[in-house]
């Protein structure tokens, strides 16, 4: 298949919401590029983030099945078992693609924006990775996790617009790995708040292309911070 006719198709699975057939495709126009142009890295970030997050919420499902299927004990967990580890290694293997592509493939960013969403990609790509490894490398992946959002968000808040979602979306991202994996609530705290006030404060009306994605990141970050500030 033509790259264009694999850019094409990929964007018809992600619309569709066949996430399997997308990742594949994406995998196949990475491996056929030598570089991919913005569009392409787009979709290729929106199927990788899609496959996984999937596979994260199945494991999260096999998880709870377990727990209940234990008390019982009248099944034979075995299948469920191999069933979540092939899950895992389906993520892993995202994952290190992932981070090879941002390697080789996205080359050097044109602009802010594509700086940014690279390095909150990596991000991503490691925050998956914890989240199916265990002993020491769960803190290399939290670490390198920890140094791109860091990383990123810093950059977003000197290079873009407090209501642009890319920044927005960025915050949401960051200070939900600070209060999930890290378990620094505190910080999570502040880094959605500031964003939350910077956002709201400039969020206008007439801004037409990003006043509906700002409005709704901005809902989310509303509803960690009244969340995480019962817990505190």
């Excluded at 234990?70 to 994952?95: G, H, Y």
């Excluded at 209060?179 to 006030?197: I, Y």
Aim: hydrophobic share 40%.
């Amino acid at each position: 298949m033509s790259k264009q006719n694999l850019l094409f198709m990929a964007h018809v699975y992600d619309k569709c919401r066949r996430t399997d057939e997308c990742w594949n495709t994406v995998v196949q126009l990475a491996k056929g590029s030598s570089q991919l142009n913005q569009d392409e890295r787009q979709i290729f970030a929106a199927a990788y983030k899609a496959y996984c997050t999937e596979r994260k919420m199945n494991i999260r499902d096999c998880n709870e099945i377990e727990k209940f299927e234990e008390k019982e004990k009248k099944q034979d967990l075995t299948p469920l078992k191999e069933f979540r580890t092939k899950l895992m290694t389906n993520i892993k293997e995202a994952s290190f693609l992932c981070l090879d592509a941002l390697d080789k493939q996205f080359g050097a960013p044109s602009s802010a924006e594509a700086e940014i969403t690279a390095l909150k990609l990596r991000g991503d790509a490691a925050k998956f990775l914890y989240d199916v490894v265990s002993g020491d490398d769960r803190k290399k992946f939290a670490n390198l996790a920890h140094e791109c959002f860091e990383n990123a968000h810093g950059k977003a808040e000197a290079k873009l617009k407090p209501t642009h979602p890319i920044r927005l979306g960025l915050a949401l991202a960051f200070s939900t790995f600070l209060d999930g994996v890290l378990r620094d609530t505190v910080s999570a705290c502040k880094v959605a708040k500031k964003s939350f006030d910077d956002g709201t404060a400039a969020l206008d009306e007439k801004d037409k292309e990003f006043f509906n994605d700002a409005n709704a990141l901005l809902g989310m970050l509303k509803e960690n911070l009244k969340f995480w500030t019962e817990e505190l």
